[in-house]
């Protein structure tokens, strides 16, 4: 239970991309990285233990990819949060009616940035537990 969770991470900014590392690898999680969403959907198919997606890629954006998670059965029930650029109004609900479980606005708030990672993943996990037992 000790190993560590994976986290892809489907970013085009690299300054982002590389905060969310270091901030990912100090909080004790190992790293995947992605610059668009057609890599990050083709790593999402070894099953990282959650999905960081950056809403505004080039070329497919973050929420094709999500609901194209959603749509396959392999992929469907990992736990995803969106990164959605700035707080415009509209952009969380369209996130989550994509099928993300939660999202972070960036700039991302250093401080609460693993909170809201470990919350996603114990609800995610509570959830998988509760599909196995019913
Ligand atoms: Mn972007």
């Not at 999680?29 to 233990?49: H, M, S």
């Amino acid at each position: 239970m000790s190993a560590k969770k994976r986290v892809l991470v489907v970013e085009d900014n690299l300054f982002n991309m590389e905060l969310v590392t270091d901030l990912l690898e100090a909080n004790g999680y190992a790293v995947w990285q992605a610059r668009t969403a057609e890599e990050g959907l083709q790593r999402a198919k070894l099953l990282p233990d959650l999905i960081l997606m950056d809403i505004s890629l080039p070329g497919m954006d973050g929420l094709t990819a999500i609901r194209s998670l959603r749509a396959n059965p392999a992929t469907a029930h990992l736990p995803v949060i969106a990164l959605t650029a700035h707080a415009m109004r509209g952009d969380e609900e369209t996130a989550l009616g994509a099928g993300c479980d939660s999202y972070l606005t960036k700039p991302i708030n250093t401080r609460t940035f693993a909170q809201s990672l470990a919350e996603v993943l114990e609800t995610a996990g509570a959830r998988q537990t509760l599909t196995a037992t019913t």
